[in-house]
């Protein structure tokens, strides 16, 4: 029984040893290969993080052929001005996490940045962790929002440019806004 099973484990080595020894000298061949024309956009200059000023700044050079490349000769778009930023001590993004010290109130609620028109925010409670993280969605028109868990609210400062572009603000044709209970509680209750 012993040399049945070691007769069929060496039969399955011999069927794939010659495939892996073939895809490794391919390789050792590609490797080696001295004469490869090399490509337009190798010899161009990696721009610093000062020097980004438009879409195109954000494209980037390439690896030459035959070489695997880096994350920063790769990247592309945010990406590219992300990895820039961190090589010269910018956080792009303010990944810091938000003020978890107090609990947010509708006077003083707790600032979330963002630069696009809607923002998430995952409140953990206040002390941190109090109880599971509960996601609150807020947008330009609706800029507040209060954690249903502990009661901390939570208000987006929009950073971003003050014309988008698209020209759709004055004229909304998406969904109405969800009436919630606190559109019929009487305004004397307030």
Do not use: Y
């Given at each position: 029984?012993?040399?049945?099973?070691?007769?069929?484990?060496a039969a399955r080595r011999a069927a794939i040893s010659p495939v892996v020894r073939r895809s490794f000298t391919a390789s050792a061949l590609r490797r080696d290969a001295k004469n490869v024309e090399p490509h337009s956009t190798v010899g161009q200059k990696m721009k610093a993080f000062e020097d980004i000023r438009t879409e195109e700044d954000l494209v980037g050079p390439g690896a030459?052929?035959?070489?695997?490349?880096?994350?920063?000769?790769?990247?592309?778009?945010l990406e590219r001005l992300e990895i820039l930023g961190k090589m010269q001590g910018v956080d792009i993004f303010d990944m810091r996490p938000l003020d978890s010290s107090r609990k947010g109130t509708m006077d003083n609620p707790i600032m979330v940045k963002s630069a696009g028109?809607?923002?998430y925010a995952g409140c953990t409670g206040s002390p941190a962790d109090s109880h599971i993280v509960t996601w609150l969605g807020m947008s330009?028109?609706?800029p507040m929002e209060r954690c249903p868990e502990c009661g901390s609210v939570y208000k987006m400062e929009y950073v971003g440019p003050e014309d988008d572009g698209h020209?759709?603000?004055?004229?909304?044709?998406?969904?109405?806004?969800?009436?919630?209970?606190a559109d019929f509680v009487k305004p004397q209750y307030w």
């Open positions: 029984m012993f040399l049945q099973r070691s007769a069929v484990a030459a052929p035959g070489t695997i490349p880096t994350d920063l000769e790769q990247a592309t778009g028109d809607e923002q330009r028109e609706r020209g759709h603000h004055d004229h909304h044709h998406g969904p109405e806004e969800p009436k919630t209970f």
